[in-house]
């Protein structure tokens, strides 16, 4: 166990970082740079690692690589390490202010509020600047998010799992007036909706790109700091206020900063199913840890899930490319279902 201490002004906070979990961090970061290596390497202009190194540090082999590498392979592999990311952390806010494991963005209709404001502008209102999809995406999530939230409070009793349940029914309806926008309105722009409601990274710039760093930026120190009262929540609303925690304020900042940082990814590169679901899982799997750290170690999952399902889309079955979204899907489905299976064991016993 590794011990620090940082201050405030508050007074000095005392943190502690088990060993496994740096040690599970560190071997990510590997990962994460390894993967970011290959995917400068992979495509239809092979580059070698001495090629992709050359490169980066502005010595390119030809002026194809220059090209290759920084306006199409190095952004496009940044945006979706970004986007996991992002869709990481709102997954696992949201799984410890719910106190449930099955809740993920994509799952209880937050995304697909997303997608349907920003869908909505791709149509109905073509000529609009990109730079204001993550601002209607947010308001679209916010607003599904709040209504969720309502409608799951409205009984006293089962307000975790009626959260979940109440998300898919209107994530259901929300896909049903997406898909209503999509049939009616012109080809084009629904040609271009849904390669973006696909989930694919494949048109990212360094625009995306730098949307994607600043909200992680910015949001994910926020998150870290309100680990203690998130830590709190997690164990019950009675408990939380036993130790000081405003629950009510507290459960409402911390929702709006999950459906904040789903937003901004799905506003960027478009839905990208079970991400949120899957990543923190696989966090607490590989090292047991604190909130803050469980945080961090989720954020680095994430983005090496959907770093790798991009990767995978684009090189497997070239020249045809599947989107990053579909091979999360594809991922995220029998996690999901092995999820639902232990809890209805664990409810048994």
């Given at each position: 166990m590794t011990t620090g201490t940082f201050k405030r002004l508050e007074g000095p906070v005392t943190f502690q970082l088990p060993r496994r979990a740096l040690g599970?961090?560190?071997?990510?970061?590997?990962a994460i740079v390894l993967l970011v290596v290959v995917s400068l390497m992979a495509g239809s202009y092979p580059l070698d690692v001495p090629g992709v190194l050359s490169t980066l540090l502005g010595n390119p082999p030809t002026e194809i690589a220059t090209t290759v590498v920084w306006e199409f392979r190095f952004p496009r592999t940044l945006a979706a390490l970004l986007a996991g990311a992002l869709l990481a952390l709102s997954g696992?806010?949201?799984?410890?202010?719910?106190?449930?494991p099955l809740a993920d963005p994509s799952l209880v209709g937050v995304s697909q509020g997303a997608g349907l404001a920003v869908v909505a502008a791709m149509i109905l209102f073509p000529g609009l600047a990109q730079m204001w999809r993550p601002i209607l995406a947010f308001g679209g999530a916010l607003a599904v998010a709040a209504l969720i939230q309502w409608i799951a409070m409205q009984r006293s009793g089962g307000a975790t799992m009626r959260f979940i349940l109440t998300g898919i029914g209107v994530a259901?309806?929300?896909?049903?007036?997406?898909?209503?926008l999509l049939t009616y309105g012109q080809i084009e722009r629904a040609m271009s909706a849904l390669s973006w409601l696909a989930g694919s990274v494949h048109a990212a710039g360094w625009s995306d790109v730098s949307?994607?760093?600043?909200?992680l930026l910015v949001l994910a120190p926020l998150l870290v700091a309100a680990s203690r009262p998130m830590a709190a929540m997690r164990m019950g609303p009675d408990v939380a206020?036993?130790?000081?925690v405003r629950v009510g304020p507290t459960r409402?900042?911390?929702?709006t900063l999950s459906v904040a940082l789903a937003a901004a990814a799905v506003a960027m590169v478009g839905p990208l199913g079970f991400v949120g679901l899957v990543a923190p899982h696989l966090a607490?799997?590989?090292?047991?840890?604190?909130?803050?750290?469980?945080?961090?170690?989720?954020?680095a999952c994430g983005a090496l899930l959907v770093g790798a399902a991009d990767l995978a889309g684009r090189t497997l079955f070239a020249p045809v490319q599947i989107a990053?979204?579909?091979?999360?899907?594809?991922?995220g489905v029998p996690v999901f279902v092995w999820l639902i299976l232990r809890a209805r064991g664990s409810a048994r016993l």
């Open positions: 599970v961090l560190g071997l990510l970061v590997c696992a806010t949201l799984q410890n202010v719910t106190r449930n259901a309806f929300i896909s049903a007036a997406t898909s209503a949307i994607l760093s600043l909200t206020i036993g130790l000081g409402i900042a911390l929702i607490s799997r590989m090292a047991r840890s604190g909130v803050g750290v469980h945080l961090i170690l989720s954020a990053a979204g579909l091979v999360t899907s594809v991922i």
